[in-house]
């Protein structure tokens, strides 16, 4: 009978892994050696690991399985987004992106297979949710954006952002067990400062994130300011409505005063009357948020929303500013390639 290795690797503890290797009769420091591997060197498989014998690596596959996620399909936009299809051990897909720009190089990391929000105006929200992502593989994601940087522009990633296919918040463990790999000295050291996990809004796990003393920033899909309308583009309002969030939101910063920004894309003839940057403004006003992100809508398949024109947006902002409220308005990278916000769907 043959024996089918059924414990992934990279869930072990570096403790874990050296009571294996004293057991099987290694010396303790091959446990260092394999840790490096696993999460400073981007091993995929055993077969990678060079500097160990040929008969230890044959151990390891034996015992453990390496489920890394590898690159499926690459994108290379016109503005120079790139946007990456990764496929997991089982063959299912996610999409990551790397935003460049003079002064940063970001990655846009998925934490779900698909997503269970159904939001109207995101291709992803389209897509059946499979399943979470596994730390690890989030972890994946970041080391083959970072590649990917350091390939075409020479440089590594500066800053990580949660924005991609899901929603990290309903795969809490997983995505803050990624961030401390992320971050740990023994990972990729990056600061948590450089992080961002951005929400559609579950009010009881924001509420969380200030509990646990988290130390990365945190970002608010907002995308309308009044119940009735949110209701209408986010279901998930109906059972986590703006009281409770702007509640939410209040805790996570009194606990962690860590950076919140609202991100608001704007729909033609839906979002964007002076009456709708009223209501965001009280919204903007209750909240102790550093910046609102006015955000171009990406038109999609599904979708029935359409883009305001440049003269329609342009007067939104000048409201908000007038207002004092320091907003900024993104234009999408990656709009040829479906890579913008709210164009994931694994098309590639």
Not at 36 to 64: I, V, Y
Not at 281 to 292: E, N
Request: with cysteine.
């Amino acid at each position: 009978m043959v024996k089918t290795a059924s414990k992934n690797i990279r869930h072990l503890s570096i403790t874990e892994l050296e009571q294996y290797f004293e057991a099987i009769g290694e010396k303790k420091f091959r446990a260092k050696q394999v840790w490096e591997w696993l999460w400073q060197k981007g091993a995929q498989s055993f077969a990678d690991m060079s500097n160990l014998s040929k008969d230890l690596r044959q151990k390891l596959g034996d015992n453990f399985f390496l489920p890394a996620i590898t690159m499926d399909a690459t994108q290379y936009s016109e503005d120079g987004t790139i946007k990456t299809r990764f496929k997991t051990h089982e063959g299912h897909l996610c999409e990551g992106v790397l935003i460049p720009t003079d002064s940063r190089n970001t990655a846009c990391v998925s934490s779900q297979i698909g997503c269970s929000l159904s939001c109207r105006f995101c291709a992803t929200g389209y897509i059946e949710r499979k399943r979470n992502l596994d730390f690890d593989e989030i972890y994946d994601e970041v080391v083959l954006l970072n590649k990917e940087s350091e390939k075409i522009y020479g440089k590594k990633l500066s800053n990580i952002v949660f924005m991609g296919m899901g929603e990290p918040l309903l795969n809490y463990k997983n995505v803050l067990k990624a961030i401390e790999r992320i971050t740990a000295e023994d990972g990729l050291a990056m600061s948590p400062r450089r992080i961002t996990v951005s929400t559609a809004g579950v009010a009881k796990m924001i509420k969380q994130l200030g509990d646990d003393q988290v130390r990365f920033k945190l970002a608010l899909s907002l995308h309308a300011a009044n119940d009735t309308k949110r209701n209408e583009i986010m279901p998930i309002n109906e059972t986590n409505n703006l009281k409770a969030i702007v509640d939410a939101l209040n805790h996570f910063y009194k606990q962690t005063k860590n950076e919140i920004t609202l991100e608001y894309i704007l729909f033609n003839n839906f979002n964007d009357s002076k009456k709708d940057a009223d209501e965001l403004i009280k919204i903007y006003r209750q909240v102790p948020a550093d910046l609102v992100n006015i955000i171009e809508y990406n038109p999609i398949d599904f979708a029935k929303f359409e883009k305001p024109s440049e003269e329609r947006m342009s007067e939104f902002m000048s409201y908000l500013e007038k207002n004092k409220v320091n907003a900024r308005l993104r234009h999408s990278r990656g709009k040829d390639i479906d890579a913008a916000c709210g164009q994931l769907a694994n098309k590639g």
